[in-house]
């Protein structure tokens, strides 16, 4: 296969979201900048600069590094402490991928980069094999729902017989990810050396008893589902993110419903119900920035013109008559706690979900995951930073959610500090632990 691709992909390469993870010092940035250099998608100064700092810090090589870690901290220390967005392309596919950071501190990015990824680079040092933060990785993605993985054995090229290394950490990995609930066929592992580009973009000598693709050539052809949230097997999800009614001579009496639409498809005549009031009333225009629209599909931003004057604010959510959900106050979610106070019973925080954002205090926790010994405890005293559980809320006005399995963007939520608008915890409507074989623990 050529690496000779060029930085524009043809207007019908499918797009795919992946994310890197992995522990700190595993080499995810190396990796994300041999990516954009082997696809050409940096420039020549770029290039050039990154040379010159390499050399300054007295290497022989280029640090590809360097094209990832733009902030000056991250520069200094030589690790990643924010998700990065990069964008390349070859002539198979887009990609848009968050590099997230390795250290335990920063689960919250990882969880953030993740969110929306349809593939995930889980990344291990083949001289320290799956260790427990690639467990907790592990852990997150698959209670995030992400339907495809790769494991990068990085730094293949500094152990003694790497076939059998390699063979160990795969049948280890395998062991765990057939546990969390993905299927052999949705999982690769692949030796490489990010460092000197073996297997990243075609085939390495290095690696004889690998006959895989390369990550690259995985990347093209991996078969993905261009919506991995689950909002095709729904109707329409649109949360009102913003009232416009422009009350000019041109506009007097326009009123539209601005959003971005999280789930199925909305045409002029459809008839609608507007959550949590009830109200039924018809669409009679889609507008845009370009003009009207005859249809409108999942992830398109659009104003929605109604055919009644309907009491509509921000965070409302306008659904489908046929499978429209219940508005609830109390339910049951899984939640991975990004703050450094422990969380209780009884707590008062704010929920925002969609678009709307209200008061919630926590009743019960119902069960902490051990995501290293995969059992699930009953009844934990509280979740401390990083922890995964289960617990009950209940919320100040009724929000009309899906669970989580469903749909991603319309059963997830966060919770923020009233105080300080921290984000506090990542949450999951449902028991998304069912999902992963778990034991009881006590």
């Known amino acids: 296969m050529s690496a000779e691709w060029s930085l524009r992909s043809e207007p019908s390469a499918q797009l795919l979201r992946l994310a890197t993870a992995g522990s700190v010092d595993d080499g995810k940035s190396t990796l994300v900048g041999r990516l954009l250099y082997d696809t050409k998608s940096v420039l020549a100064d770029q290039i050039d600069a990154v040379t010159r700092a390499s050399v300054d810090k007295g290497l022989a090589t280029p640090d590809l590094s360097l094209l990832v870690d733009g902030l000056r901290a991250e520069r200094e220390q030589g690790i990643t402490i924010d998700v990065a967005y990069r964008y390349f392309a070859t002539p198979q596919r887009s990609f848009v991928l968050a590099d997230t950071p390795g250290h335990v501190q920063y689960t919250r990015n990882t969880v953030s980069g993740a969110s ?47 076939e059998s290394v390699f063979a160990e950490i795969s049948a280890e990995f395998n062991g765990l990810t057939r546990t969390l609930g993905w299927s052999d066929d949705d999982v690769l592992e692949i030796p490489v050396s990010a460092l000197h580009g073996d297997n990243i973009a075609t085939r390495s000598d290095s690696t004889p008893y690998y006959r895989g693709p390369s990550l690259i050539e995985h990347l ?183 669970d989580y399995r469903v749909n991603r963007h319309t059963g997830s939520f966060l919770l923020i500090d009233p105080a300080g608008g921290n984000t506090l915890a990542a949450g999951l409507v449902g028991d998304v632990l069912s999902a992963v074989e778990v034991g009881t623990g006590v």
Not at 148 to 159: S, Y
Not at 320 to 339: N, Y
């Open 116 to 162: 929306t990824a349809q593939l995930v680079i889980l990344l291990v040092d083949a001289r320290k094999g799956v260790i427990e933060q690639t467990r907790r990785h592990a852990a997150v993605l698959a209670l995030l729902g992400v339907p495809k993985l790769v494991l990068a054995v990085n730094k293949i090229d500094l152990v003694d017989d790497a």
């Open 220 to 402: 093209e052809s991996v078969p993905v589902d261009a919506d991995s949230t689950g909002s095709h097997t729904l109707g329409l999800r649109f949360p009102v993110q913003y009232v416009i009614r422009p009350r000019t001579a041109d506009y007097p009496d326009y009123r539209g419903y601005a959003g971005q639409i999280a789930a199925g498809a909305v045409a002029p005549g459809d008839e609608v119900v507007v959550l949590p009031s009830g109200i039924r009333t018809t669409v009679e225009r889609i507008d845009t920035p370009d003009g009207e629209l005859a249809v409108a599909q999942t992830g398109r931003s659009v104003t929605l013109i109604l055919a009644d004057d309907v009491d509509i604010s921000r965070g409302d959510i306008i659904t489908s008559v046929a499978d429209a959900p219940e508005p609830i106050d109390t339910f049951d979610a899984t939640v991975c706690w990004l703050g450094d106070k422990p969380l209780h019973p009884g707590a008062r925080l704010l929920l925002k979900h969609g678009t709307r954002t209200t008061q919630a205090i926590v009743g019960s926790l119902l069960e902490r995951f051990d995501e290293q010994r995969l059992i699930a405890a009953p009844n934990p005293e509280a979740l401390a930073l990083n922890d995964i559980g289960r617990i009950s809320l209940r919320v100040a006005e009724p929000i009309a959610v899906d």
